[in-house]
């Protein structure tokens, strides 16, 4: 689908040091651009409003890849939602400067209607781009992580946010944790319209 460069915007150490809203260079953005075109063409026969972004591994950039993915999408127009379902090392709320709060595992016990646990972040745009008060919607993991995020993401409670969210959204990018690491992302990629594998 893709190459995105490696870069010091893009790096962990960019967002862990306060800069995680940070405007991409032109070339940056332009990888997350391409991949999001080359998206359009990944089935023919039927739309994709709903990818995982995976890996093998920790590290792998997955979870950038998704944020990134999620915010280039949104900056064409599209009503995108960005979830996290890494309710074990959840990283997505740090890197978009969101207040810890309810999230995603609320939603599955049935503690919040999804509604509540979604945050709105307002997309800064690069110099020329024309894309001023775009918006992105993030449901992130949550404050309180589950002793059982297995189970949860193999609930009905999961199918119907992923209802929910694919009859409100143009797309819906969902960041999971590592498929060698543990089973969490398994019951979701029999769920989703395509799935995007992140290496190193």
Not at 51 to 56: K, T
Not at 84 to 104: C, K, M, N, S, Y
Not at 112 to 124: C, G, V
Request: glycine share 8%.
């Amino acid at each position: 689908l893709g190459v995105v460069p490696d870069s010091s915007a893009l790096s962990g150490s960019a967002w862990r040091d306060g800069g995680g809203r940070a405007v991409l260079s032109p070339s940056e953005a332009e990888a997350f651009s391409l991949i999001r075109a080359h998206l359009r063409f990944f089935n023919v026969d039927r739309d994709l409003r709903t990818v995982v972004s995976a890996s093998a591994a920790p590290g792998d950039g997955k979870s950038t890849i998704a944020r990134y993915l999620a915010e280039a999408a949104a900056r064409l127009g599209s009503r995108v939602l960005l979830v996290e379902v890494d309710l074990r090392h959840p990283t997505l709320a740090q890197q978009l400067g969101i207040e810890r709060g309810p999230g995603l595992a609320d939603v599955l016990i049935g503690a919040i209607p999804m509604s509540k646990a979604t945050r709105s972040i307002t997309l800064e745009a690069a110099p020329g781009e024309g894309a001023e008060g775009r918006t992105l919607d993030v449901l992130p993991a949550g404050a309180v992580l589950p002793p059982n995020p297995c189970e949860l993401t193999e609930s009905r409670a999961m199918e119907t946010v992923l209802e929910q969210a694919k009859s409100t959204y143009d797309l819906v990018v969902i960041d999971t944790p590592p498929l060698t690491a543990v089973s969490d992302a398994f019951p979701l990629l029999t769920k989703v319209d395509g799935v995007v594998i992140v290496g190193w």
